[in-house]
């Protein structure tokens, strides 16, 4: 059959075409999102790895110190847990209270899912406006760290501000879907993508990790 055949343009799509479509379009998205996070991630604490042995090695060896590991410790530190703010967020890795989630309608926890996402979306917001305030106040009075380095702190503090505007951004577009979720009514497709793991989803994502892992290491089960 030819792609003509296949798809005719002419033709609009059903509803549901359309909704599994856009759904689609969102997964590919995220996941490009969260894999070129998680590189970055994995890639930050490989480089200050390669710092802490270089440094150790230095130290006992050659009775020298670069006097900046714990430095860039701290910055990795600072850096990557905004990382992760995204990465547990597409994850839905966030810690829910749901001890009454599942005594609610479906409605009613819909209306719970949009609630959780919103806030947090609004939270992500406050945040990235305080601390645009802390970096203003940095470039003004040119503040360095009281390290042997004496780095300007204006350079850690922009990657990290850009790691929470990442997850500012990431917070609200999520929302934004839930909102129209909701109005649109698409009660099952929001209760899919935002509800909190159950214990059956986390067991499963358990499993599946070990056999890639046994994959991976020619282990078999």
Known sequence: MSPAAQFDP???????AAGAASTNAVTSLKDRIETVLAMVF???????????????ICRKVFNF????AD??????????STIAFSLALMGRCHIRVDVFHERFSRRGQALLNWLSIASLASFGLFIVYV????????????STAQTPW??????PQ?????????????????????????????????????????????L?????DLSQRQATTGVSS
């Open 65 to 68: 110190s670069l006097q900046g």
């Open 10 to 16: 002419s033709v609009p799509l059903t509803p549901a």
């Open 71 to 80: 430095e860039l410790g701290g910055y990795a530190l600072a850096v990557g």
């Open 150 to 155: 004496a780095t300007p702190l204006i350079w």
């Open 204 to 208: 499963k994502e358990e499993l599946d």
């Open 42 to 56: 994995g890639a930050i604490f490989i480089v200050f790895a390669f710092v802490v042995s270089i440094e150790t």
């Open 131 to 142: 601390a645009f305030k802390v970096l203003a106040d940095t470039l003004e009075y040119g």
């Open 158 to 202: 922009s990657v990290w501000y850009l790691g929470l505007v990442t997850f500012a951004l990431v917070a609200s577009g999520y929302a934004i879907r839930a909102s129209r979720l909701l109005l649109g009514g698409q009660i099952d497709a929001l209760l899919k993508d935002f509800s909190p793991k159950s214990a059956k989803e986390e």
